[in-house]
């Protein structure tokens, strides 16, 4: 008999994460104790470690060190034909509003030329839980609410448990073999990868799962990365449970965006003008009062162009708040774009990309032109 996890408590989830704030500590220090029900706090300067006690009222405690946390106490029960009790976990990205610090993500699929994470786990016995990383994606930047996309691994099972849905076949991922299952939870789509035997370590690529996910769901590379995040589903006890060391990095070029570390830039000299036949593409994604911009700078003339400007203004009331793939000179108003050192040549008949994300008010316009080394360009 098919049984789904957090089916019959979605509507306890949405409800719970939309009207509770998290409790937000300082940068944690080792043994930490977090017994609030969203209680979180950071480590490392990067990561949020949140108790994210949603399925039950029963008290969960957590102690969070400078690497990660563990399961301090346990005391909600869940029906192994329902949902899990909660969710502790670390993550990279934004959940509910709470971002890591210095993250980068929201990024688009198609902006990320790597991400990377690892993983290092103590599992215990007696205990009903799924080791899990969640990695969310939606098609737009979303920091807050539910995503579409729910794409779990499952590092270890014990109990009576299964993912939600039901199996639809194996993949070979990392050079291991999962079994994959995929159904819905009535607020959003989830893909799970069961491994056979518990992994308690390893270093892997997130990105390699994603490729996966587009083969089975509506996924595409238009959509975001939001958040990378890894912990326990316990249906009934758990203490002892610990995420001992925790890493995620996402690097951008992979067609334009973020990178974690910014790449250096070519040495300070200043091309020469008036020698450019280029075209623009500005191709926008807007939202609400946000947007994400990429430019497509394209070398129209004869000769290849080795190291480039592109100066364009920013229409009234928006404003530059990241960017990937180029230096960005100004947040608002007049703005230059310098190229990386990977992306400064552009030969003739070629092109090169790169990207902001930013906020406006009023009507989004794009902007009027662009001149690159001086020269205007065409737009497309």
């Known amino acids: 008999m098919r049984r789904a996890i957090r089916a019959l408590a979605a509507a306890a989830l949405l409800a719970g994460a939309t009207l509770t704030t998290f409790a937000v500590a300082g940068p944690a220090s080792a043994d930490t104790q977090i017994c609030d029900q969203y209680g979180s706090t950071t ?26 946390f563990s399961i301090a106490s346990q005391q909600g029960t869940g029906s192994t034909s329902g ?35 690892s993983i290092n786990y103590t599992f215990v016995s007696g205990a009903t839980y799924d080791a899990s990383y969640d990695i969310w994606l939606d098609p737009t930047p979303k920091k807050d609410g539910v995503n579409q996309q729910e794409v779990m691994i499952w590092f270890n099972r014990q109990g009576s448990i299964q993912p939600i849905g039901s199996v639809i076949g194996s993949a070979t991922i990392g050079g291991r073999t999962w079994q994959v299952w995929q159904g819905g939870n009535g607020s959003n789509q989830v893909i799970s990868y069961v491994a056979p035997s518990p992994i308690s370590s390893w270093n892997f690529s997130v990105l390699d799962f994603l490729n996966d996910v587009k083969t089975h769901t509506s996924v595409t590379s238009s959509w975001y990365l939001t958040s990378i995040q ?44 008036g020698n450019a036949a280029c075209r623009v593409t500005y191709g926008t994604n807007v939202w609400n009062s946000g947007y994400t911009a990429n430019v497509t700078v394209a070398n129209t003339g004869n000769a290849p162009v080795n190291g480039w400007t592109l100066g364009f203004t920013l229409p009234g009331g928006q404003s530059i708040t990241s960017s990937w793939g180029a230096t960005v000179t100004g947040t608002s108003g007049a703005i230059t774009a310098r190229n990386m050192s990977y992306n400064g040549a552009i030969p003739a008949a070629g092109s090169t990309s790169f990207g902001f994300q930013g906020t406006y008010s009023g009507s989004f316009a794009a902007p009027g032109s662009f001149t690159l080394n001086g020269s205007t360009c065409t737009t497309a």
């Open 43 to 68: 480590i490392g300067g990067r990561y949020v470690v949140m108790n994210n006690r949603w399925g039950t009222s029963a008290q969960q405690c957590i102690n969070v060190t400078s690497t990660g």
């Open 230 to 273: 890894a912990g326990f589903e316990p249906w009934s006890g758990g203490a002892g449970l610990a995420v001992n060391s925790f890493s995620a990095s996402v690097n951008g070029g992979g067609g334009g965006g973020g990178t974690t570390t910014p790449p250096t830039t070519t040495p300070p000299t200043t091309p020469p003008a």
């Open 83 to 117: 949902a899990p009790v909660s969710y502790p976990a670390v993550y990279y990205g934004c959940h509910y509003t709470n971002c890591s610090p210095g993250t980068v993500l929201p990024m688009q699929l198609s902006a990320i030329s790597s991400a990377t994470s």
